[in-house]
């Protein structure tokens, strides 16, 4: 399989080079050169089969020949094999004709494990067929920095460090980042703010030579590899509820577009998904855009969901490259509107992206009353970024329609203190998580001083075998 960037001026790729480049050279984000399809058969022969089977199938015509079948599948095995669940993501019934797909039973509980389990299994090898090593360097306000070093604890290849700012993280999140006790993963607090902490990092990837020298990479929801690892669950889910022979819709809630663009290409590949609803909070650009043909960017505004705190949606672009008819131009033109005025219009794209998604947003009230609601209901606690998925759902489709999926994206004991607003209590860590709270923690605290984070990351990362950034 080859991979082609949606601004049409970088080279061509095979996935492993994807993997390894992340952001296209042209500034554009790469996408496969032709769509893979399944047969409703093997869509059918998916039930009842483990996550990591179905994985390595629906993952196999995008790998193409860069990994074998029998390698693709022991990596799929050992990453899935660390989730606290063994159907991986299960799930649960909420009310009639209402499902949750629990994203959140990877090491840290988040949604984003289920693919960077598997991503860093698949960078080791292609890193070693280079001669190189990397590092990854990342700053975290709490909540993206323990996922990041769990994926990669046993990575022999990458190295990862996090910047905390020391003391505004809550403790559950800082000992995620420092109980792990693998040299290649390391956590910083650094005495200062999150966006101290960002403006170090971005400092280091500007300082070429320095992000050369370490073969500096960052940890950001662009890359195709993460996309396709978060198709399986869609197949899975489906298939659960009886696709092919039944078609099911799925909302899902929404920052990067990262996840729901996953659910696309489960619909391309031949999944019969009925309705794609993007879930948003009160940061609403995608439900705006899909109301008014108009993509405008807002200032953020903070909210229960952070992880959906967002001004624009990065993966979005990869789909207007499909609903422009893969016109490059358009999205050339496109994104530099966007980044000299803060807006652009969707034009031909608009009428398509009307048909293929229904969007909706939930206010910060919406999210309250749909987690106690659903509580009283069914029993079932969701964190509040699920529930903006439940609140969208609710809005877009009746419930006489298809079967209609929630991704539960987060576990709620990750925001007790949102909880704790909502539903007047903090919800328990899940017991395989207990001993965190007692684990030895390791961490340097930092001045807030571009030399000596250097100083640190240099120490802790040895040289990368060949110059290049990754
Ligand atoms: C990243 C994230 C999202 C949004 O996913 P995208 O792929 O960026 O759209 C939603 N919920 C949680 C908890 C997340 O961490």
Redesign the pocket.
């Known amino acids: 399989m080859t991979y082609i960037s949606t601004r049409g001026e970088a080279a061509s790729l095979t996935f492993e080079d994807v993997l390894l480049a992340g952001l296209a050279r042209d500034g554009g984000l790469y996408v496969p050169e032709t769509w893979p399809t399944l047969a409703p058969a093997t869509i059918a022969s998916f039930a009842g089969r483990p996550f990591a089977e179905v994985a390595a199938e629906v993952m196999a015509p995008f790998v193409g020949d860069s990994i074998d079948r029998a390698t693709l599948l022991a990596m799929a095995r050992e990453a899935y094999g660390r989730f606290g669940h063994p159907a991986v993501t299960p799930l649960t019934q909420i009310d009639r004709n209402r499902w949750v797909l629990e994203l959140v039973h990877g090491p840290p509980l988040?949604?984003?494990d289920v693919a960077r389990q598997l991503l860093a299994r698949l960078m080791d090898p292609a890193l070693a067929r280079r001669g190189r090593r990397a590092t990854i360097v990342g700053a975290t306000s709490g909540?993206?920095g323990g996922a990041a070093i769990e994926a990669f604890r046993s990575s022999q290849r990458v190295d990862v460090v996090i910047l905390f700012p020391d003391g505004r993280v809550s403790d559950v999140q800082r000992r995620m980042m420092t109980t792990p006790t693998e040299a290649n993963v390391h956590a910083v607090a650094i005495k200062g703010t999150f966006d101290d902490c960002q403006a170090l990092v971005k400092a280091m990837f500007n300082d070429h030579a320095f992000r050369d020298a370490l073969s500096l990479s960052g940890v950001n929801?662009i890359n195709w590899a993460r996309i396709v690892a978060q198709v399986t669950y869609y197949f899975v889910a489906a298939v659960a509820l009886g696709a092919p022979h039944r078609r099911v819709s799925f909302a899902?809630?929404?920052?990067?577009?990262?996840?729901?663009l996953a659910g696309w290409v489960a619909k391309r590949m031949g999944l019969p998904i009925e309705t794609l609803v993007i879930a948003s909070n009160e940061n609403d650009i995608l439900p705006r855009a899909h109301a008014t043909g108009v993509y405008e960017m807002r200032g953020v505004v903070e909210t229960s969901?952070p992880?959906?705190d967002?001004q624009i949606?990065s993966?979005f672009e990869r789909y207007l490259f499909e609903a422009s008819g893969r016109d490059a131009g358009f999205i050339r033109g496109a994104m530099g509107t966007l980044a000299q005025g803060g807006r652009f219009e969707l034009g031909k794209c608009a009428e398509l992206f009307r048909q293929e998604f229904a969007a909706a947003s939930a206010s910060e009230a919406d999210v309250a009353d749909a987690i106690r609601r659903t509580k009283d209901v069914s029993g079932y606690l969701m964190?509040p970024?699920t529930a903006c998925g439940l609140v969208a759902l609710e809005r877009s489709l009746s419930q006489a329609e298809a079967p209609g999926i929630v991704l539960a994206?987060?576990h709620p004991a990750k925001f007790p203190d949102a909880m704790e607003r909502i539903m007047g209590q903090r919800p328990e860590l899940p017991p395989r998580l207990a001993s965190l709270l007692t684990d030895p923690e390791r961490f340097p605290v930092i001045e807030n001083d571009l030399g000596a984070v250097k100083r640190f990351v240099e120490s802790a990362a040895p040289p990368a075998a060949s110059a290049g950034a990754l």
């Open positions: 988040a949604f984003k909540d993206t929801s899902v809630p929404t920052g990067n577009f990262g996840d729901i969901s992880s959906m967002i949606s993966n964190d970024h994206t987060a």
